[in-house]
Nanobody
Framework: QLQASGGGLVQARGSLRLSCAASGFTLDYYAIGWFRQAPGKEREGVSCISSSGGSSTYYADSVKGRFAISRDNAKNTVYLQMNSLKPEDTAVYYC?????????????????WGKGTQVTVSS
């Protein structure tokens, strides 16, 4: 089971750190992706990180340079550090896990999905 947390209300240009924690299995072997869905919009992939054996990361153009994904294997947790937040970053953020041999991905066919956490950025 995956659980995303760390969302909240923040002013524009502020920061938040989201956490994606796993229970019942270890994240070491899984690539992890962060997705978001704003009201009235389709879900979009934001960032992903390869399994512990690799070092690949990916960022959508809309968050490149502002967001950073990382993993702490000892805590079985993946983080999404979000800086310089904009009102257009407002959405429910989800994390998901998938076995991906090389690199990472952001497809709808991820193996596990967590419940989302709301991020609201005020102007």
């Amino acid at each position: 089971q995956l659980q995303a947390s760390g969302g909240g209300l923040v002013q524009a240009r502020g920061s938040l750190r989201l956490s994606c924690a796993a229970s019942g299995f270890t994240l070491d072997y899984y690539a992890i992706g962060w997705f978001r869905q704003a009201p009235g919009k389709e879900r979009e992939g934001v960032s992903c990180i390869s399994s512990s054996g690799g070092s690949s990361t990916y960022y959508a153009d809309s968050v490149k340079g502002r967001f950073a994904i990382s993993r702490d294997n000892a805590k079985n947790t993946v983080y999404l550090q979000m800086n310089s937040l904009k009102p257009e970053d407002t959405a429910v953020y989800y994390c998901a896990a998938a076995i991906i041999p090389v690199g990472c991905g952001l497809s709808d066919g991820m193996d596990y999905w967590g419940k989302g956490t709301q991020v609201t950025v005020s102007s």
